[in-house]
Nanobody, 121 residues
Framework: VQLQASGGGLVQVGDSLRLSCSAS????????MAWFRQAPGKDREFVAA??????TYYGSPVRGRFTISRVDAKTSYLQMNNLNAGDTAVYYC?????????????????WGQGTLVTVSS
């Protein structure tokens, strides 16, 4: 599965942005999907995940502001509202089939290339 993350950009504090994760060939519906982010000098951080049954999970910093969804068989969205400076990072989408803690990067097999989100105050 090849994943393509897109939709990043430069926004102001309080703005919204929608990231997309698209699979080039295979459908992503059999996979658990997730978004992670990595700010300069920091570890990769769990943002959100959606299971094959469409249950959703969020990291504490984004809960209530971000929404992950499946749009169709090959596309997943991350809707980000009320952005703040702490959301500035490169955002990566990921897909995986295995079990384990949904917040751990290691359980995801496939990764997109990352899209930069910069929130300016």
């Amino acid at each position: 599965v090849q994943l393509q993350a897109s939709g990043g950009g430069l926004v102001q504090v309080g703005d919204s942005l929608r990231l997309s994760c698209s699979a080039s060939e295979e459908a992503i519906s059999p996979y658990r999907m997730a978004w992670f982010r990595q700010a300069p000098g920091k570890d990769r951080e769990f943002v959100a995940a959606i299971t094959r049954q469409n249950s959703t999970y969020y990291g504490s910093p984004v809960r209530g502001r971000f929404t992950i969804s499946r749009v169709d068989a090959k596309t997943s969205y991350l809707q980000m509202n009320n952005l703040n400076a702490g959301d500035t990072a490169v955002y990566y989408c990921a897909a995986g089939e295995g079990g384990g803690a949904i917040t751990r990067p290691s359980i995801y097999t496939y990764w997109g290339q990352g899209t930069l989100v910069t929130v300016s105050s």
